[in-house]
């Protein structure tokens, strides 16, 4: 089998390398010179694509965890559902979460990762006590927000460009149930959408859902969900039903008549305004994990995920003008995702911004990377910035122009000569 | 009593077989050489499913170190595993003792010396179970690797014997034979993909044989199927072979 990213977009060569020990993954990592680190393959493009790749995935052992204190220690190559299944039935959870939990802790890391908290806990980086990364002399620093400063701000969300993440400690959350109240609003607009996202603002999680293909008056129209854990029901974790998308969907299955199908069926559950339900961690955190190789519906070409962050006060302007771009172009996105952000951090590739973020779907096709570029266009207008987690076809010129920090970060790569050790296929490709 | 003991934990199949019993809440005793090496794994087990973990030092081919290894157990276990197994090199096994002293009484006659104490007592205790992992390997000789084979061929039916023995005193007696397994010891190795099984395959089945009190399981049903052919092919036939 063939290494491949989420997307199914890119599929470059790579060498794979597998190793046993600390002592095994220096020695790789001495004989390797266009080298990245890989986890569980989550990314959509091409980040942890290399000609020769370090699989980590089996570096994956638990070293310590205090129930009392929430504080705790795994290697790497831990998935952050195998946390959730010890931790939670302990009355543990996550601080900060992205919305898959098929992710390993150093990729966590490697995209300073974020989730429907952002906007008051921040990105994963947050959660993290400290982190043992091994350098590309061989030599194994600890770096946190005390230690190894400039390591530390370059190596979350640096996309695996400085080292190899052995082991992280991270603090964890109290929580008082596995379950969850959802508070669902229906939006017909994106100023609806706006203004529920302000409403809510001091609420534990928010995200929204967009329809991207409705235009004019209705424009932004999708719904809201806010969420807090709810005491009083139990810790237990519901097994799901575990579906599987058993084959590459032919290109015909997914078009804008079954999109906008989806889409009106999906805003047809929620009755109007404002409704409540229970949903335990699983359903509101990770629906799509309940689907193996979800990916598989975008058939064999992939598909490309487009996700941007525009600063708060253009946010509403660059929204409303983006999805006019999208809706007119007919390119359906399958799902789109709203979110308000918080206060961004000092990490100096870190995605997030104050302001509103919009992620996307969109199968391969004729067409698609032009819409693309003219997206690009539309960002850096207003003075945005692309997601490289989700990214495989962002240009050099765009991706620079979105982070101001990037200077401190190549500054870094060279002093410790990461630059000479660690690439990616995307890291080759933007000039990092 | 809640303990299982591990023997050869090591191996990669031990290792996937500990963690199914950790995780339906049994304790672990894990023995091998070297047993420090271990520690990682017992913390990892240790904190995943909140159960017991002791690692213990056992030499499989120090036979006299046996009844002391056991006996040094307080609180006796319910049940052995052993997934004790020496590939060894076949070739250099032909011209010298040392290698094939080494592959038949690592296969075969240290873990009799250790099931011997622990049938014992178990015996006595009317109780326990007794799973071996042999192989396929046992079920004809080939000249690939025919030294492990007749030592795993011994074990099969020590096996055979012991549960035949135990049977009235209510002790459940299960061999293993896994076939092809992805581990470190068939690593390198051109495997079919179609007869080839991850260690926790193999482990699952080892649970669930135990539990339901099977006396032989395959961890792929074709694998009976494939060695109820290759046992009917005649011994004239059969020497002209190069079965890899």
């Known amino acids: 089998m063939s290494l491949g990213s989420w997307g199914n977009y890119t599929k470059p060569v790579c060498n794979e390398h597998e190793f046993l020990d600390e002592m095994a993954l220096a020695k790789l990592n001495d004989q390797y010179n266009v080298l990245i680190p890989y986890g569980n393959g989550r990314s959509y493009g091409d980040s942890a694509l290399a000609p020769d790749v370090a699989i980590v995935k089996s570096h994956n052992h638990f070293l310590d965890f205090d129930p009392d204190t929430g504080i705790l220690h795994v290697q790497s190559g831990v998935i952050l559902a195998d946390i959730i299944d010890t931790v939670v039935p302990q009355g543990w959870f996550l601080k900060v979460t992205p919305g898959t939990k098929l992710i390993t802790i150093g990729g966590a890391i490697a995209s300073d990762v974020h989730g429907k908290n952002h906007h008051l806990e921040g990105a994963f980086s947050e959660t993290i006590i400290n982190m043992r990364l091994m350098l590309p002399s061989g030599e194994i620093v600890n770096c946190s927000k005390h230690e190894n400063v400039d390591i530390y701000r370059a190596t979350c969300g640096g996309m695996g460009l400085t080292g190899i993440i052995l082991d992280a400690k991270l603090s964890l959350k109290k929580i008082p149930s596995s379950y969850i109240k959802q508070t669902t609003v229906k939006a017909d607009n994106l100023k609806e959408l706006f203004d529920a996202f302000e409403q809510y603002k001091s609420s534990s999680y928010s995200v929204a859902w967009v329809d991207c293909l409705a235009n004019k008056e209705n424009l932004g129209r999708g719904k809201v969900m806010i969420g807090e854990f709810t005491a009083g029901r139990g810790l237990s974790i519901i097994p799901k039903v575990k579906l599987s998308v058993p084959f590459m969907f032919p290109r015909f299955i997914l078009n804008k008549y079954t999109v906008n199908t989806f889409n009106w069926l999906y805003s047809a559950r929620v009755k109007e305004g404002t409704s409540q339900q229970i949903v335990d961690i699983n359903s509101f955190f990770y629906p799509l994990d309940s689907i193996n190789h979800w990916n598989k519906i975008y058939g064999r070409q992939g598909f490309i995920q487009y996700q941007f962050i525009l600063p708060k006060k253009q946010s509403y302007e660059g929204m409303k003008d983006i999805l006019k771009v999208i809706a007119n172009s007919g390119k359906a996105s399958f799902l789109a995702v709203l979110k308000l952000y918080g206060k961004e951090n000092d990490n100096y590739l870190s995605f997030p911004m104050e302001g509103y973020s919009l992620a996307l779907d969109f199968k391969m096709e004729d067409g698609l990377l032009e819409l693309l570029n003219s997206l690009d266009e539309k960002v850096l207008k207003y003075e945005g910035r692309i997601y490289l987690a989700k990214d495989a076809r962002v240009s050099k010129r765009v991706f620079e122009s979105g982070y101001p920090k990037l200077e401190e970060f190549r500054a870094v790569r060279k002093k410790y000569n990461m630059d000479k050790k660690y690439h990616s296929y995307q890291s080759m490709r933007i000039g990092n | ?244």
């Open chain 2, 1 to 244: 009593m809640s303990y299982v003991l591990i023997v050869g934990a090591k191996s990669d199949i031990a290792m996937a077989t500990a963690r199914k019993y950790a995780e339906n809440g049994y304790d672990l005793y894990l023995a091998a050489r070297n047993s420090k090496t271990l520690d990682v794994c017992a913390q990892d087990i240790r904190l995943r499913h909140q159960v017991k973990v002791q690692c213990l030092e056992l030499d499989i081919i120090d036979y006299s170190s046996h009844q002391k290894f056991y006996d040094a157990l307080t609180e006796k276990p319910l049940g052995v595993i052993s997934a004790v197994g020496y590939l060894g090199d076949q070739n250099k096994g032909q011209t010298d003792w040392h290698e094939a002293n080494m592959i038949l009484n690592s296969n075969y006659t240290g873990i009799v010396s250790l099931f011997n104490i622990i049938a014992n007592d178990f015996s006595e205790r009317r109780q326990g179970f007794i799973v071996g992992i042999s192989s396929v390997a046992g079920d004809r000789g080939r000249k690939s690797n025919y030294l492990y084979g007749a030592a795993k061929a011994a074990f099969t039916t020590y096996m055979s014997g012991l549960r035949n023995r135990l049977y009235e005193h209510k002790v459940h007696v299960l061999t293993v034979k896994p076939g092809f397994v992805e581990t470190q010891m068939t690593k390198g190795m051109d495997l079919p993909a179609l007869l080839t099984v991850k260690p926790n395959i193999v482990a699952s089945a080892i649970y669930n044989g135990q539990l339901k009190g099977k006396d032989i399981i395959y961890s792929k049903g074709l694998w009976q199927w494939i060695m109820l052919v290759i046992k009917a092919i005649p011994e004239w036939k059969f020497k002209k072979m190069s079965l890899g």
